[in-house]
């Protein structure tokens, strides 16, 4: 069962455009919502979260919109960059018993052409 | 040391071989977590350890798999007569304490033929 489901699998945006990548969950236990941000060869790297009790959390050019109700989160990209080209993965944070086991979507990889 | 250090980054070794995979947190983070990246799919959990508490290895895929952690630092995560089907990058994360951020090494890459 993949309690995280990620789309899409890969995305192509122009230079200066709007990179959206979409996320769905399952379990309503879940409390932390980060995206993590991977380059060839690296591990990945947290690139912004936010928690159920926000709707929408930016930093930069980086925006998650959470919907708790349709249980959906995603991940806007603004004035795309080349540099951006990554793949990216969401996950959630498990609640209760265990509040520190992340699962993760199956990652979108980003390519963005100059 | 500023970052999670894994070793080796590349490993390639024959089917039934065993082999150890090494990780150096963060100094003075207390929460080391292992993953599992297989091409095309997400991070599969594997294990955590959280300072003297018993870990959690409800991720690990068989017997065959084991890791510790020594002195709450280093981790060793070793897999024993390694199948095909063992070939992803293995990860290690640390972090200060459960509810920060995780920070994750570059990974090793295993290669069973």
């Known amino acids: 069962q993949q309690q995280v489901k990620q789309s899409p699998q890969s995305l192509i945006v122009q230079k200066g455009g709007i990179s959206i990548i979409n996320c769905a969950y399952e379990?309503?236990?879940?409390?932390?919502f980060p995206w993590y941000q991977q380059f060839p060869g690296k591990g990945p790297a947290l690139l912004i979260a936010i928690r159920p009790d926000v709707s929408e959390k930016k930093e930069g050019r980086f925006t998650i919109s959470f919907n708790k109700s349709a249980k959906q989160f995603s991940l806007h990209i603004m004035d795309s960059q080349p540099g951006d080209s990554a793949t990216y993965f969401c996950a959630a944070r498990g609640g209760g018993g265990s509040n520190y086991k992340l699962t993760f979507g199956k990652g979108t990889l980003l390519t963005v052409n100059p | 040391g500023a970052g999670v250090s894994q070793s080796p980054s590349n490993k390639v070794t024959e089917k039934g071989k065993d082999v150890e995979l090494r990780c150096d947190p963060i100094s003075g983070h207390t929460a080391l977590y292992w993953y599992r990246q297989s091409l095309g799919q997400g991070l599969e959990f594997l294990i955590y350890?959280?300072?003297?508490?018993?870990?959690?290895k409800s991720g690990l895929p068989s017997d065959r798999f084991s890791a510790e952690r020594t002195g709450g630092s280093v981790s060793t995560l070793t897999i024993q007569r390694t199948q095909q089907e063992d070939s992803a990058v293995y990860l290690c994360?640390?972090?200060?304490?459960?509810?920060?951020?995780?920070?994750f090494g570059s990974g090793t890459r295993l290669t069973v033929v």
């Open positions: 994360a640390s972090s200060l304490q459960v509810d920060y951020g995780y920070t």
């Open positions: 350890f959280q300072g003297n508490s018993a870990p959690d």
């Open positions: 379990n309503t236990a879940f409390d932390y």
